[in-house]
């Protein structure tokens, strides 16, 4: 039981060391959210006037109801950017060592998602705490509830990641699997809009943005900082983690690239 | 018992035959050679080794355990070098050494020690906290090679770990590898296409076109290794056309 411990422990220090040593990967995930909501949203603020809609028992400025989804936009960023280093890796060979070890490949990758999801993490609250002192004050007990809600949806995303890395033959794929996923599954969500405003634009539109699993990964963390529950979210993030962690396990394969290389 | 058993490997990328019915074994404390032209096969079957990719057919045993059946008991076996580094360069000799400990089960304190005698044992001590980046083409395959051992396997596996070096170094290396064979009775089984890197004790394995077509003690090829070598791994006759 120890060799999984410290085999786990491995991988999240060298993701860590991975991140200290790419500090402008950290400050560059936290100026996109930071510009949502320091200019977007103030932009917006007086042209979207937001109902009372739970988990909020109040009426809320528009920078308070963005946060969850910026929170979860740094999620979704880095859980394809963490995805986007295990194809890197595989490409230049450093996968190798992972792959090479004794433990269960399954368990490997799973140590790979979580150490990616941790740092994902310190990011998140990084602007959560900007956005504290910017005047968005969740409930402070809001603030430690969230974060089993935020590792469920940063393993989430980079299960999905993963997933959709599997099926990449080649690094310089993935930034149109990028556009053709990370701007749909953000924009097609709750985490700019409510569902209702969406409901006025279009009735379509509306069952689009309801049915993206990041609608539901926001509503999630959105519900969990306010110290709310949501059993509809819970469930479909907790399913959807179990099936593309799964899938991503039983397809990740190096010798598929290989193959599809020599055929 | 063989440090290595390969028994009747065959591998195909879709519709070409990487392997076609490889076998062979490899004693343990010995020194093996896998002598082949690019595209030989020789990374392919690395991979298989290294368990990177799933036999198709045939089966292979490492000091007894199958890949197929005990991976788990036969990787904890094996040492490698890949043709490619996979050092992370931007990381430190000692926390590229400390990954590998971790990847295979090892506590802090019984990593530090093991590091402190592998990097001791390839001379390597002071520069433990040089990023890889700073460190030359020979003592990154060192460090590599550290690596590989840090585990205490009983096999190493090294493909073509002397692409890149000059003749110099990968002359260094080989002898330092040699050493280590010999003062650790570790097997090893290093592939190369270059005939300098082969001595005429070692047993040696010659892959062409995806077949073993020679095994046997260096000597035993002949005295000119490279007539030999050349007349193993010429093409094959081109097909004449007749009758126009």
Known sequence: ?263 | MSALQVQGVSFAYGPRQALQEVGFNVAAGSFSALLGPNGAGKSTLIALLTRLYDLQHGDIHIFGHSLRCEPRQALRQLGVVFQQSTLDLDLSVQQNLAYHAALHGLGKREAGARIDEELARQQLGERRHEKIRALNGGHRRRVEIARALLHRPRLLLLDEASVGLDPASRLALNQHVRTLCSEQQLAVLWTTHLLDEIATGDDLLVLNRSRLVAQGPAGELGDDLAASFNRLTAPAPQPMEVGR
């Open chain 1, 1 to 263: 039981m120890n060799a999984y411990w410290y085999c786990l422990q491995g991988i999240v220090q060298r993701e860590w060391l991975r991140f200290v040593l790419q500090r402008s990967r950290f400050f560059s995930a936290l100026v996109r959210p930071l510009l949502w909501l320091l200019v977007f949203a103030a932009g917006f603020r007086a042209a979207l006037g937001i109902a009372i809609i739970a988990p909020y028992d109040t009426y809320i400025t528009y920078e308070t109801y963005i946060v969850p989804g910026l929170a979860c936009m740094i999620l979704l960023f880095n859980g394809m950017q963490g995805s986007l280093s295990m194809v890197y890796d595989r490409e230049m060979g450093s996968m190798r060592v992972l792959l090479t070890s004794p433990l269960p490949r399954a368990f490997l990758l799973a140590s790979k998602l979580l150490a990616i999801a941790l740092i994902s993490l310190l990011q998140v609250y990084a602007f959560l705490a900007i956005a504290w002192f910017y005047g968005v004050q969740p409930p402070v007990w809001g603030l430690l509830a969230a974060l089993p809600a935020l590792l469920l949806v940063a393993l989430l995303l980079s299960a999905l990641g993963l997933l959709l890395s599997n099926g990449i033959r080649q690094l310089e794929n993935f930034a149109g699997v990028m556009n053709f996923v990370i701007f749909p599954l953000f924009f097609l969500s709750s985490a700019l809009y409510p569902l209702w405003k969406m409901r006025e634009a279009s009735e379509w539109l509306y069952w689009l943005c309801a049915l993206n699993p990041f609608t539901h990964a926001v509503e999630l963390v959105r519900f969990a900082l306010y110290l709310r529950f949501s059993p509809l979210a819970l469930a479909v993030c907790l399913g959807l983690t179990l099936l593309f962690a799964a899938l991503a396990v039983l397809t990740f394969n190096p010798q598929h690239a290989a193959l599809r290389k020599g055929s």
